[in-house]
């Protein structure tokens, strides 16, 4: 199986957690780790299975954003379907906030837009870098929880 990983990060923690990822399912599967920047919405043609990774932002007054570039990504998702496509998110979040991990929902709205098959439950993690051995732990579930239901 091919997957893709499509993430933003600001200060590293949700590529860090992106490179777990990939390296937990590169175990039985090709794994591309991409910036969403970095990625089309034709991308997507070449993976069976797209996982997207985004911290939450606060943008002027409203909580609870991914990124700037995942949300530019997300937007060039408009208007496109991939209803035989599996997907897969994960979010960092800050639970001080009064929106926590909103990327994680605005992500996952987008994948329903798309007529995507979530296959797992998306994962927020708190404050990556805090915790980060117990986040580490909960991204490699997260991972191997993937790598059963592929």
Same mark, same amino acid.
């Given at each position: 199986?091919?997957?893709l990983i499509s993430y933003a990060t600001n200060s590293?923690?949700?590529?860090?957690?992106?490179?777990?990822?990939?390296?937990? @399912?590169?175990?039985?599967?090709?794994?591309?780790?991409?910036?969403?920047?970095?990625?089309?919405?034709?991308?997507?043609?070449?993976?069976?299975?797209?996982?997207?990774?985004?911290? /939450?932002?606060?943008?002027?007054?409203?909580?609870?954003?991914?990124?700037?570039?995942? @949300? @530019?990504?997300?937007?060039?998702?408009?208007?496109? /379907?991939?209803?035989?496509?599996?997907?897969?998110?994960?979010?960092?979040?800050?639970? /001080?906030?009064?929106?926590?991990?909103?990327?994680?929902?605005?992500?996952e709205a987008t994948i329903s837009?798309?007529?995507?098959?979530?296959?797992?439950? /998306? @994962?927020?993690?708190?404050?990556?870098?805090?915790?980060?051995?117990?986040?580490?732990?909960?991204?490699?579930?997260?991972?191997?929880?993937?790598?059963?239901?592929?």
């Amino acid at each position: 199986m091919k997957i893709l990983i499509s993430y933003a990060t600001n200060s590293g923690g949700t590529y860090e957690a992106g490179l777990i990822i990939q390296d937990v @399912l590169a175990q039985k599967h090709q794994v591309d780790l991409k910036k969403a920047l970095l990625t089309a919405p034709d991308d997507f043609n070449n993976y069976d299975l797209i996982i997207f990774g985004s911290p /939450s932002w606060t943008f002027g007054d409203r909580d609870g954003f991914p990124h700037e570039d995942m @949300l @530019l990504f997300l937007n060039k998702l408009q208007g496109q /379907s991939y209803p035989a496509k599996k997907f897969a998110v994960y979010g960092c979040g800050d639970s /001080s906030y009064a929106v926590f991990c909103g990327a994680v929902e605005k992500m996952e709205a987008t994948i329903s837009q798309l007529q995507g098959q979530k296959i797992v439950d /998306s @994962l927020k993690l708190d404050g990556y870098f805090f915790k980060q051995k117990d986040n580490e732990i909960r991204v490699a579930d997260f991972a191997k929880k993937i790598l059963q239901l592929i």
